[in-house]
């Protein structure tokens, strides 16, 4: 059997804590692990180690001090006259070893050596300094996603779940499920595409860990597209007052101007719609319709049903925030939109009830005028 060599010596306990104390600080450069905390890990666990090895004795010092390079673990045990449990007590000839004075009903640390505990605080620091590195990446990793929430951010297809058509995104290094409801409807994606993202919302998860939900539906995923594409919005020449959505096909989006000089609408669509059809691009051919703010709501109104012309705006002053609306009659489908949608989106993006007529008359009622 081979043995140590004969140059080779045991390290002294000191050279052993001074070492140990070391890979905790660098652990603590390395990895953002403070020493102090895995301190605190290391001691209640082999506290629990000695504990079981110890016929379940549970009263534990553990002496750690970064400071000084200190690592003790002492037993403590009741001096008694007779003893009935070993793990628990020992004698007063017993007990003086260790403290001369000691007598009947002290409490008495055993000091465990190195060799007795070495491998229990080895173990337990292993397993510590990995637990620690997963707490901290998490928090990394929380950290890093709550500095994103509500935010527009670049993510690479990592794979695709064929049975529920979840997509896995990697963002940074972190992982987040695009789940199938809030993709856009008939959008496709490889493996490997870079994708932008809107993040909804940061929680914890119940089993711990961060969850993020991302989306490629939600009206903020436009608003952060429009402030990354057009210069004056994102300098706070020209405000996003609302945007109102239907993902994948048709997209409202209310512009004010705090500069008379610049036009809201014009600056949006961009030199030869440059801007505006990069978007419509990112959002698979969604159609856009920007609308100029106004605080007049029959102005605001008028100019959220476009592509239609209106007639008149008519506010119902006996109902909150409703409206009658009268357009060309042959402008009337147009209005209202396929399945309601204009007629829809533009009472989202007014947050007014929006009653459209024909100009002509009521429905095939008798014109009143």
């Not at 905390?37 to 001691?43: A, C």
């Amino acid at each position: 059997m081979a043995g140590r060599s004969k140059g080779s010596k045991t390290p002294s306990k000191a050279q052993q804590n001074k070492e140990f104390f070391e890979a905790l600080r660098m652990f603590e450069e390395e990895r953002g692990i403070p020493v102090e905390y895995m301190i605190e890990k290391i001691t209640a666990a082999i506290t629990v180690a000695v504990k079981n090895s110890n016929g379940g004795n549970d009263d534990v010092t553990v002496d750690i001090n970064s400071e000084k390079n200190v690592f003790n673990v002492f037993l403590n045990k009741t001096v008694v006259e007779e003893v009935e449990d070993h793990n628990r007590e020992m004698l007063v000839e017993e007990a003086r070893l260790y403290t001369p004075a000691a007598i009947v009903g002290d409490k008495v640390g055993i000091p465990l050596e190195t060799k007795e505990f070495g491998r229990i605080a080895a173990v337990t620091a292993k397993h510590v300094i990995r637990q620690g590195i997963r707490e901290v990446e998490r928090g990394q990793v929380a950290a890093e996603l709550q500095s994103r929430n509500q935010e527009l951010v670049a993510a690479t297809v990592e794979r695709i779940d064929e049975r529920n058509g979840t997509v896995i995104l990697k963002i940074g290094k972190i992982e987040v499920p695009l789940l199938k409801n809030e993709q856009i409807a008939n959008e496709t994606f490889t493996v490997g595409d870079t994708v932008k993202v809107y993040v909804v919302d940061i929680k914890e998860g119940e089993k711990g860990g961060t969850r993020a939900t991302v989306s490629r539906t939600h009206p903020g995923l436009v608003k952060r597209l429009f402030e990354t594409e057009v210069p004056e919005i994102y300098d706070g020449t020209v405000e996003i007052k609302g945007v109102s959505r239907e993902a994948g096909s048709r997209t409202k989006i209310a512009v004010f101007s705090h500069d008379e000089n610049v036009d809201p609408v014009g600056a949006c669509i961009g030199p030869r719609s440059s801007r505006v059809n990069g978007i419509v691009k990112e959002l698979c051919g969604e159609k856009i319709d920007i609308v100029k703010y106004s605080e007049d709501p029959a102005e605001f109104i008028s100019k959220a049903l476009s592509p239609a012309n209106v007639v008149s705006v008519e506010i119902d002053e006996e109902q909150q925030r409703c409206c009658r609306v009268r357009v060309p009659d042959e402008q009337l489908s147009l209005a209202i939109g396929n399945k309601g949608q204009n007629a829809r989106l533009a009472a989202r993006l007014t947050g007014w009830k929006i009653d459209i007529r024909p100009e002509s008359g009521y429905y095939g009622e008798e014109n009143q005028e």
